[in-house]
């Protein structure tokens, strides 16, 4: 994959967007800076990282073979790329906080950020932000963020990961299709945060609701049950997790 570098840019993403427009045809690119200074998370939050210690990028990726109905199969394909990967640093207490919030115990460590650009009804191409807190120690005003280092008491090479982490994601996208939705669908289950644990919930009017997470719809709606065998689903803007 070719990594285009910068030293800083206001958003990964809206710069591999700008490297879209025009082309038709491309081959994946992936847009790394050393410093981003309006990085965006889910729920129109901010992304804060501290230049040159973690890794912010953002992956621009050709026509994936997925239905513009099934968007979700994307992230749950990356959440689950970036654990494979960090796995095998020993990063300890991998999961993926719904919808793709990559948590080591119960500390954020990661990001995800999926743009899909449509047309005609079908995904053109997407871009795939990530932030991902590598070698910062501190991070003040955020008690529930943590890093690589902080969780295994080392130094990571930025280039070296950012390189096993994209690797990871062109064998993974090639391999999305219809047919593989249920395996990972499962996949993704089992490595989602506080499942089949009682868990409490904040609603968009501020009141509360305890229930236990036991999945994802296809679409990726939270699957949680509320009351024995009482199921609802919410998206993203209807439910919040606290932790």
């Known amino acids: 994959m070719r990594i285009i570098k910068v030293n800083a ?11 879209y427009r025009g082309n038709t045809s491309f081959e994946p690119v992936c847009v790394v800076a050393r410093e981003q200074t309006k990085g965006r998370g889910q729920r129109g939050a901010g992304w804060e990282s501290k230049a040159g210690e973690n890794l912010t990028f953002s992956v621009l990726y050709p ?7 099934h ?19 020993n990063v300890p207490g991998l999961k993926v906080k719904w919808p793709n919030d990559i948590m080591s115990a119960r500390y954020k460590i990661s990001g995800i950020l999926i743009e899909n650009i449509l047309k005609n009804n079908e995904i053109a191409a997407s871009v795939i932000g990530v932030g991902l807190n590598v070698n910062q120690t ?15 008491g080392r130094d990571f090479n930025l280039d070296e990961l950012l390189k096993r982490i994209t690797d990871e994601f062109e064998e ?10 249920t395996s990972i669908l499962e996949e993704y289950a089992k490595n989602l ?43 993203l803007k209807e439910i919040k997790l606290m932790y």
């Open 9 to 19: 840019t206001n958003s990964t993403n809206e710069f591999a967007r700008e490297l």
């Open 63 to 69: 026509k994936i073979r997925v239905n513009v109905n």
């Open 71 to 89: 968007q979700f199969l994307m992230s749950a394909t990356v959440s689950l790329a970036i654990i494979k990967i960090l796995k095998k640093f």
């Open 138 to 152: 501190n991070f003040p005003g955020l008690p529930q963020a943590s890093s690589l280092k902080l969780a295994t």
């Open 172 to 181: 993974k996208l090639t391999e999305i299709m219809a047919e593989a939705e």
């Open 193 to 235: 945060f506080r499942k089949d644990q009682v868990s409490t919930f904040q609603l968009p009017d501020a009141t509360f609701l305890t229930g236990i997470i036991r999945g994802v719809t296809t679409s990726g709606r939270l699957n949680i049950e509320i009351e024995d065998s009482i199921f609802k689903t919410f998206d």
